[in-house]
């Protein structure tokens, strides 16, 4: 069973930075992975995609409303991914969360991190 975990969430203020990681922990799995991935969930909202990255090459993605802002990277040898994120604005706020696509679907999800942006 593979395993994601964030960390980084917290309270900040519009204009200000944070920085999420997530780290994947269990049977290894990265012949499988085709991306990592951002997500993230605003009270009463569905949730939406953020940004992912190609995990065995470079490309990255991003949703409009974050470009120029976030920026989303990997260490595939400590098998984590990071999203920095800039600029942030209230409507940023949420519970971020990591998965990995395998195949065409995203299949595995950590349990999220909330990220409060005040303004």
């Known amino acids: 069973q593979v395993e994601l975990l964030e960390s980084g969430g917290g309270l900040v203020q519009a204009g200000d930075s944070l920085r999420l990681s997530c780290a994947a922990s269990g049977r290894t799995i990265d012949p499988y992975i085709v991306y990592m991935g951002w997500f993230r969930q605003a009270p009463g909202k569905e949730r939406e995609f953020v940004a992912s990255i190609v995990w065995s090459g470079r490309h990255t993605y991003y949703a409009d409303s974050v470009k120029g802002r976030f920026t989303i990277s990997k260490d595939n040898a400590n098998k984590m991914m990071a999203l920095q994120m800039n600029s942030l604005k209230p409507e940023d706020t949420g519970v971020y969360y990591c998965?990995?696509?395998?195949?065409?679907?995203?299949?595995?999800w950590g349990q999220g991190t909330q990220v409060t942006v005040s303004s």
């Open positions: 998965a990995a696509k395998l195949g065409s679907e995203w299949r595995i």
